[in-house]
């Protein structure tokens, strides 16, 4: 399934980049028809439109220092890829703890003081705008010039007919400048520099020689 999704995107209009599943199963008690380890996941990884292992939505896993999910983590640092984070509510030690095994990004923040802890922890904020979860009302207010460089879009799921009606992150930047008063650099910044920075797309994001924006 991964392997048809990257080879199905390659050579269209756009560039179309993927994270690794992190967690198939969701559970032990889930017969999905495969397991996705650090083995398999690794036959994958270095694909250069592999941007590294999706959500870790196992965060008792990580916390607890489960061996399959420190395995796929390690191998995914290990060649230089991206962590994405789902810890919703998590806080304290166990938040310090989610963060230091390499976890980077997080989208999950649905309230001021969990954005500011991850900020704290040096992870970038995903501020969602998505279809059923709608963040951004409640996050928006809380990025400054200080720690704009820390945050950026992300729609999470969004269906595909919301996507034609009102767009996709081109919809959070409207939202963040026509109801929020948002400066409209800091939302594109935040909207494509930013993101091809977390992400490590080099050369991307920028208005700029060199660059493709």
């Known amino acids: 399934g991964i392997q048809y999704i990257l080879d199905s995107t390659e050579n269209i209009p756009f560039n179309a980049?993927?994270?690794?599943?992190s967690?198939?199963?969701?559970?032990?008690?889930e017969t999905s028809g495969a397991k996705l380890g650090a083995k398999e996941l690794e036959t994958l990884i270095a694909h250069p439109r592999v941007l590294g292992l999706g959500e870790m939505m196992n965060f008792p896993g990580v916390i607890g220092g489960d061996s399959d999910v420190i395995e796929k983590i390690s191998m995914c640092l290990s060649y230089g890829k991206k962590v994405d984070g789902h810890s919703p509510m998590l806080k304290?030690?166990?938040?310090?703890?989610?963060a230091s095994a390499g976890i980077t990004t997080e989208h999950e923040c649905t309230t001021k003081d969990e954005?500011?802890?991850r900020l704290r922890l040096g992870m970038y904020i995903l501020i969602?705008?998505?279809?059923?979860?709608?963040?951004l009302d409640a996050l928006l207010p809380n990025v400054t010039i200080k720690n704009m460089r820390r945050c950026l879009f992300c729609t999470d799921d969004k269906h595909p007919e919301d996507i034609l009606s009102k767009g996709h992150i081109?919809?959070?930047?409207r939202k963040a400048i026509k109801?929020?008063?948002f400066d409209p650099i800091m939302a594109i910044t935040m909207a494509t520099y930013n993101a091809a920075e977390c992400y490590n797309l080099k050369g991307k994001g920028a208005v700029s020689p060199s660059y493709a924006a």
Do not use: W
């Not at 980049?17 to 599943?21: A, E, Q, R, S």
């Open 17 to 21: 980049y993927v994270m690794l599943p």
């Open 23 to 29: 967690c198939v199963p969701a559970t032990d008690f």
């Open 92 to 98: 304290g030690h166990a938040m310090n703890a989610y």
């Open 115 to 117: 954005m500011l802890e």
């Open 128 to 135: 969602r705008e998505g279809t059923s979860a709608q963040d």
């Open 170 to 173: 081109s919809n959070n930047i």
């Open 179 to 181: 109801k929020h008063g």
